[in-house]
């Protein structure tokens, strides 16, 4: 059901409550049961309901100031280039608004570049910010200083479960580590030797790739199959001259791999590997549909990839921030996307 057709009735309906009960939730006042009032803002969000947002925005004649501060895309990282998709299509719905946005990148492997963008932020505070916290500790920092100036905040592509954040809209990390596990051990052999692969410069400073690989572990040690070794291996940089020396020495030290999980969007230099070396029954599981990865789906060197869903991150998350600037009305805390996996047979659904 569309928001143009989403009514409080269609709400009350699907929850089995009053009308009255739907709309104390959605306009914050009066108590509600915690549970009823999750599910009621579950299936609000579902429906991407918007209570009156027109009227209530063309009243507003203030200029409404959001940044969004995100990693920026590179040649080597080009999964944040999706995310703008999402700026534009939620800026295009509040066009007819007072909404300045200004979009601010920082250095994806640079926490003292985060630091920086995050004081300059400051020195101007936003209304409200959209914030992609890649870098733990530091992000936790810059939050709480939020929290002490009273801007709403909104966490997009992982989120800190510390700090008192809006709301967040991304994927379940842990779940999504689970889903990919599932999916090797489906296809893998259950004696062969699985290799986890973090393509990242301070694996312990990302926390959704932790996440994620905590998920993809707890799967074989409750539900899985696979009774092969799990083997960890970390590379600092996607520089091509470091993953084959690493990968050479991962292959020649285990002669029983099976299947590679690479926690984040860089499967496709795995894959260009094991190409190269012409490595045949290596079933390879990744993250994002950016070109190399689709590329090699399609050519089946990559068996899956899971979809994040960046745009609908950013266009989802935009749109909540401006909702609770208008009408106050308080989101779910979590609104998680669904976990799509992609293989070479539904991509074009996909792209």
Not at 132 to 149: D, E
Not at 196 to 213: D, H, V
Not at 226 to 251: A, H, M, Q, W, Y
Not at 325 to 332: A, D, L, W
């Amino acid at each position: 059901m569309s928001n143009q057709n989403s009514r409080i009735k269609d709400i009350a309906l699907l929850a089995g409550v009053s009308i009255g009960t739907v709309d104390r939730v959605l306009h914050n006042r009066g108590e509600v049961a915690l549970d009823t009032r999750e599910k009621i803002l579950r299936i609000a969000s579902d429906l991407n309901y918007s209570p009156n947002l027109m009227a209530r925005a063309l009243k507003t004649k203030r200029v409404i100031n959001f940044v969004i501060l995100l990693p920026e895309a590179t040649e080597n990282n080009p999964f944040w280039y999706k995310h703008q998709h999402g700026i534009d299509k939620a800026m295009n719905e509040l066009s007819s608004f007072s909404v300045k946005l200004s979009y601010i990148t920082y250095n994806g492997l640079n926490e003292e570049d985060f630091k920086i963008k995050s004081k300059e932020i400051l020195k101007d505070p936003p209304d409200g910010l959209i914030l992609a916290p890649v870098f733990k500790q530091k992000c936790i920092s810059f939050c709480n200083q939020l929290t002490n100036k009273h801007i709403p905040y909104v966490f997009i592509d992982t989120f800190i479960k510390e700090v008192d954040f809006l709301t967040f809209v991304g994927e379940e990390a842990y779940q999504s580590g689970r889903v990919a596990a599932q999916l090797i051990d489906y296809g893998t052999n259950q004696e062969k030797d699985i290799v986890i692969i973090n393509i990242t410069k301070n694996i312990e400073s990302i926390s959704k790739l932790n996440i994620r690989t905590k998920g993809f572990l707890s799967y074989f040690s409750d539900a899985g199959l696979n009774t092969g070794l799990k083997i960890s291996v970390e590379i600092k940089t996607p520089d091509e001259e470091e993953i084959n020396k690493t990968l050479d020495r991962v292959f020649q030290q285990n002669k029983n791999i099976g299947a590679m999980f690479i926690t984040n969007s860089k499967a496709h230099y795995i894959a260009n590997y094991i190409e190269k070396n012409k490595i045949k029954n290596i079933n390879i599981v990744g993250y994002d549909l950016i070109d190399l990865n689709t590329r090699y789906l399609q050519m089946g060197y990559i068996k899956f990839l899971i979809s994040q869903r960046p745009i609908d991150q950013t266009e989802r998350g935009i749109k909540k921030l401006f909702d609770f600037i208008i009408s106050k009305r308080v989101p779910i805390k979590t609104e998680y996307l669904p976990i799509d996996v992609v293989t070479s047979e539904n991509l074009s659904f996909f792209i």
